[in-house]
Nanobody
């Protein structure tokens, strides 16, 4: 099974940008689709973006479409989430998830990272 570690979170102001990374260990990284989710305090974990194994398919939540871009480098076993024009409502812990098939559902089977905090001040 693949292990995931997120990084790149921080405290920024509205309108700023951040790039999150999801680094995987294991030789089978290219066999997994990767999804990003986020969870704000007191709220359910929600889907943000996903990318298929060969980057042929990407999909975004409506709330981030046009502002966030997901990409992957299979040679580095890393998926990135470029977040531009950040808003206070983007504040959450961001998690990446590896699954055999692309998924927008947090409850579907997969491996999770420990999360990275993103805080956007107004």
């Amino acid at each position: 099974q693949v292990q995931l570690v997120e990084s790149g979170g921080g405290l920024v102001q509205a309108g700023d940008s951040l790039r999150l990374s999801c680094a995987a260990s294991g030789r089978t990284f290219r066999d997994y689709a990767i999804s990003w989710f986020r969870q704000a305090p007191g709220k359910e974990r929600q889907f943000v973006a996903l990318i298929s194994r060969n980057s042929g398919i990407t999909y975004y939540a409506d709330s981030v479409k046009g502002r966030f871009t997901i990409s992957r480098d299979n040679n580095k076993s890393t998926v990135y989430l470029q977040m531009n024009s950040l808003k206070p409502e983007d504040t959450a812990v961001y998690y990446c998830k590896a699954s055999r098939a692309p998924t927008r559902v947090a409850g579907d089977f997969g491996s999770w990272g420990q999360g990275t905090q993103v805080t956007v001040s107004s």
